[in-house]
């Protein structure tokens, strides 16, 4: 628990929780205890220190709130003096961190107060000298400024934390033996001292939540005994993953065995309980958690308290030990396809593939890498039996042959049978032909359950003869306009769904438009602020599509549920639609209607408050700006949209969130004619604009082509600074033979920046020049450009410098010299802080990370490089180096590494990450392997002439000398005869009109 007065300490606090946030352990601080329902604040302190595993305490310049109470506080002590008092009662580790006289405070920040002066006097005394000989209890540390704080917390905390572990292996070999994880020696179970662990006991079923289906359950007789023969005791696999796309019935089948069948086909079950992963939040650790919460009969917040490994370990061994039944209902909400802003308006069929068009993003492998290693484990997890459903099949399940792993077993779900299919019409009221419904439903939509709906749907809607299956059948202006028959199966699908949305009356269809416009689900007062125009003529004949009042939109809402095209979240208490369904509604809409449905969209979004896009963290941070920009795309006013995009959104989703796959689809609704055609933009800098940031975005050979365009879009209305970065762009886009040409621009455009005196492009020209020095290994160059860096201070523009780029181009520097320090990094950390990058904070736990792997500290250099993997797979990126450091770092703290993973490594790795590729081969004692990926990082590396990469260069001769390997021979590349492009010409004017001081046209 971290302790201390709020107000004027609001930094120093900051800096504790992010170090304790870091080191994967869960601050116990009022900032996330939220609003309590029962209790005053002495009772919710007292209970932090108590759920507590440790004591931090901060003892400032303010005495801070003193609540009196006769019985629990006659002395009027401050809240964090009481807090102190219990920690010490509790024999808590402690931590005490006292401000010393010297620090610059505001004069509010200190105590007036005479009385409560002299009180904290007393405290600050009294703290300093309660202390003993033990390692960590009671140790108090001075500190004069927030940057010596920073530093003092993370070596105090990190004392403190490994304390903890090593009191932990040692009283808590396994779990529920020795002391409680709450801390105390009471060894009955938390329910019998009296608490309620919120879920029941085992082995009655626990559910978080429990699940709650749209309709009855019909049919599946094969695969309920399917579930029922794999469970048994004597079938191999532990376990089972159940695949198929959205609106196939997964959750409900596997819900419906499980309450119904599960326990008739095995009686000796220790328990049984379902977890869904589409719950907000839901995450592995969560689920872990709740898990562990149930099976032991503890509070599940005793178990937040340990990290991720300890988590996953316990509730191995606590599956091993007896048969378990868990139950994920779906899982693919832990993978990169399906996290991003839009994952439930997404089609599977895009996410079922191994990448995706936007940014290469590897869309079965788990957003956090600890992930991928938990469900490899869980397939071995005997006795117990694990039930899976998903609509992707998670890459740590498979190996490099496409084939699930030992202990997997992985069943597609087909559609439902025939006749289940009927049941399911016929319970909605359609009567008729047995075989002839069979039939069309087999033939027409292979029995999928969200199109046997909307065929329901649509059959009880015709008007001659409402649900007469036969009769709608053979009307050629229903049944038989479908007009099937040429169509393959996804076609028929997606026409079945545009006949039932084309059926629908005017309200219906309007609202169901307005929906397939959002990107995400919306509440019930969400749906009325968007969905209700008040009446303001008679509309007698009802041709009014507007829905006037919220009598109208619950009968539109029930419709649209009834024909089963709407989709209600009970636990959420949201409305969304199915992917599928809201695919073929975008493409029904015309433009008018867009238009006026988008304008709604728009009143509505813009006047809620968000945060500002500068202070934006998280993609949910952000959302609002995405839906505006999208609902100007969607209306074609482009314009509108870039001025919504443009500058703090921008920099938002790109260096905040890092959200690119996300800041490319609002780009590409820029280009609607496709990338080889100009932005549909009538101004030269706003066309400019969104093309460097396409050529950003983009793979390298696209990027080319669209630097080019926005060197000529630059040139239209010359401005030094578009130039300069459309020349550096372009030049780093040529291929190697091209080196005499790059070389050629990157000294053009060195030379505008001289003549167009920009301090802010000198900055930026002086910075590139640094990365590149650090890169190449040029150490006196480095140092040169360091000092002038230095001296031209950091106060630019975002769009020219985010705080904490040089800081962390620096560190780099001295990591690669052996140079680099604990205060180095933190003060780098610190800077990066207040920018906010997530590019600049991932760069950093690498660094952090490879700092840990030089000083032999593999434990922490895997908790810096699994964050750092996650914060890119949450943005849906691959980080191939980071990975094969990841495993590197495991090996090296004696945890195994499937040789399987780093063949995957060795196959997708590009050249540049090669050298630790063959580092991770040798660790594993495969020096053939390890001389292969040295010898191509060897030879990769010295093509880079004369920007050759020596921190990759030295890796390899290392590899190759530690292996007795020669070194590759080396045929340099030739390079083409110096091309001039054509608006070289151009360019070169330009620059000799600035350096003239005329530089118009």
Same mark, same amino acid.
């Given at each position: ?142 500190? /004069?400024? $927030?940057?010596?704080? &920073?530093?003092?917390?993370?070596? =105090?905390?990190? *004392?403190?934390?490994? #304390? @903890? %572990? ?55 007789? /094969?695969? $309920?005994?399917?579930? &029922?023969?794999?469970?048994?005791? =004597?079938?191999? *696999?532990?376990?089972? #993953? @159940? %695949? ?74 606590? #599956? ?76 740590? #399940? ?604």
């Amino acid at each position: 628990m971290l302790s201390s007065t709020f107000t004027d300490l609001k930094e120093h606090r900051a800096r504790a929780i992010e170090v304790i946030s870091k080191l994967h352990y869960m601050p116990s601080v009022m900032e996330h205890s939220g609003a309590q329902a029962e209790g005053d604040v002495i009772d919710t302190s007292l209970d932090m220190v108590r759920n507590a595993a440790a004591y931090i305490g901060v003892i400032g310049l303010k005495y801070g709130q003193a609540p009196f109470d006769p019985v629990r506080n006659p002395d009027r002590l401050s809240i964090t003096e009481l807090e102190f008092n219990e920690a010490m009662r509790l024999g808590r580790p402690m931590v005490l961190f006292i401000m010393g006289p010297d620090h610059l405070v505001r004069a509010a920040d200190i105590e007036s107060d005479p009385e409560k002066r002299i009180k904290l006097d007393e405290f600050r005394e009294r703290a300093k000298k309660m202390r003993n000989d033990a390692e960590v209890q009671r140790v108090y540390e001075v500190f /004069s400024s $927030l940057e010596q704080f &920073s530093t003092a917390a993370a070596t =105090a905390i990190g *004392n403190l934390i490994r #304390l @903890l %572990e090593r009191n932990e292996r040692r009283d808590l070999e396994v779990l529920g033996e020795g002391a409680g994880l709450d801390g105390s020696t009471d060894q009955r179970s938390f329910r019998e001292r009296g608490l309620d662990t919120g879920l029941p006991r085992p082995p009655a079923l626990a559910a978080v939540p429990r699940y709650l289906g749209s309709h009855s359950f019909v049919g599946r007789e /094969s695969e $309920l005994l399917m579930l &029922s023969d794999w469970c048994d005791a =004597a079938d191999p *696999n532990s376990m089972l #993953l @159940l %695949e198929a796309v959205g609106g196939s019935g997964k959750s409900m089948l596997t819900w419906e065995w499980l309450t119904k069948h599960s326990t008739r086909a095995r009686e000796d079950w220790a328990g049984r309980f379902w977890y869904s992963f589409y719950e907000k939040g839901a995450v592995m650790t969560d689920f872990c958690c709740a898990a562990l919460a149930y099976m032991t009969d503890t509070d599940p917040s005793a178990f937040r308290k340990l990290r991720t490994q300890q988590l996953f370990d316990r509730l191995i061994a606590q #599956l091993e030990r007896n048969p378990w039944l868990l139950v994920l209902d779906g899982l693919e909400r832990v993978l990169v396809a399906y996290h991003r802003h839009d994952a439930a308006q997404m089609l599977d069929s895009d996410a079922g593939v191994v990448s995706d068009q936007i940014a290469g993003r590897d869309n079965w492998s788990s957003i956090r890498p600890e992930d991928d290693r938990l469900l490899r484990r869980l397939a071995d997890a005997v006795p117990s039996k694990i039930l899976v459903s998903s609509r992707l099949m998670p890459r740590a #399940l498979i190996n490099s042959s496409r084939a699930v792993v030992p202990g997997v077993r992985r069943q597609l779900l087909p559609g439902l049978r025939p006749v289940d299919a009927e049941t399911m019409v016929r319970s909605s009221g359609v009567f008729g032909d047995s075989i002839a419904i069979r039939a069309y439903l087999q033939r027409n939509c292979d029995c999928h359950p969200l199109v046997v709906g909307a065929l329901a749907g649509l059959i009880n809607d015709y008007p001659p003869d409402r649900g007469n299956f036969d009769r709608w059948s053979e009307d050629p202006k229903y049944g038989m306009s479908l007009n099937l028959g040429q169509l393959d199966l996804v076609q028929r699908k997606n026409h079945i769904l545009e006949t039932a949305i084309g059926a629908l009356d005017q309200k219906g269809r309007r609202l169901l438009h307005l929906l397939s416009l959002l990107r995400s689900a919306v509440d019930f007062k969400s749906l009325e602020a968007l969905a209700i125009v008040p009446n303001r003529v008679n509309d007698p004949d009802g041709t009014d599509p507007n829905i006037s009042n919220a009598n109208d939109l619950g009968m539109a809402i029930r419709d649209l549920e009834q024909r089963g095209l709407l989709q209600y979240d009970l636990s959420g208490k949201r409305y969304d639609l199915h992917p599928v369904v809201r695919g073929v509604a975008v493409e029904r809409i015309n433009q008018e209607e867009t238009s006026v449905l988008g304008q709604k969209v728009l009143d509505h979004f813009t006047s809620r408050q968000h945060v500002p896009w500068n202070d934006a963290q998280k993609l949910e941070d952000v959302s609002d700006g995405i839906q505006v920009v999208s609902a100007f795309l969607r209306m074609k006013r482009y314009s509108d949209a870039f001025y919504a995009l443009a500058e703090d959104l921008a920099n938002a989703l790109h260096y905040n969130v890092g959200a690119d796959p996300e800041f490319l689809s609002l780009i590409r609704g820029f280009f609607p004619e496709g990338w080889d055609n100009s932005p549909a933009l009538t101004e030269t800098t706003q066309r400019w604009y969104i093309t460097n940031c396409a050529a950003v975005l983009l793979s390298p050979a696209r990027a080319r082509e669209l630097h080019e365009r926005a060197i000529l879009l630059s040139l239209n209305e010359p401005s030094p600074d578009s130039l300069y970065i459309s020349l550096c762009g372009f030049a780093n886009c040529l291929s190697r033979n091209e080196f005499l040409a790059a070389e050629r621009l990157r000294t053009l455009a060195a030379e505008l920046v001289e003549a167009s005196r920009d301090p802010e492009l000198l900055f930026m020209s002086k910075f590139r020049a640094y990365s590149l020095a650090v890169r190449t290994g040029n150490r006196q160059l480095a140092d040169e450009l360091w000092a002038v860096l230095e001296h031209m201070g950091r106060d630019w523009r975002r769009g020219v410098y985010r705080p904490g780029e040089a800081e962390t181009e620096r560190a780099l520097d001295l990591l690669n010299r052996g140079e680099l320090t604990e205060q180095i990094l933190t003060r780098a950390e610190e800077v990066v802080a207040r920018g906010n990058s997530i590019w600049l904070k991932q760069n950093l736990r690498e660094i952090r990370g490879e700092w840990y792997l030089a000083r032999k500290d593999p434990d922490r250099a895997i908790d810096c490089f699994s964050e750092a993997l996650t914060w890119c797979r949450e943005r849906g990126l691959e980080n191939h180096h980071c990975e094969a450091r990841l495993a590197l770092a495991r090996l090296r703290a004696g945890e195994s590494c499937e040789k399987a993973e780093v063949e995957r490594l060795s196959t997708v790795s590009e050249d540049a990450d090669s050298v630790v590729v063959a580092e991770l081969w040798q660790e594993l004692g495969e020096p053939r392997e390890a001389v292969k990926h040295a010898r191509r990082a060897y030879l990769w590396a010295v093509q880079q002439e004369p920007y050759v990469p020596l921190d990759c260069l030295d890796g390899a001769v290392r590899i190759l000398a530690d292996c007795s390997a020669d070194l590759p021979p080396f045929i340099a590349i030739g390079h083409e005869d110096e091309h001039v492009f054509l608006w070289e010409a151009a360019v070169r004017s330009y620059v000799g009109k600035l350096q003239m001081g005329n530089p118009t046209n």
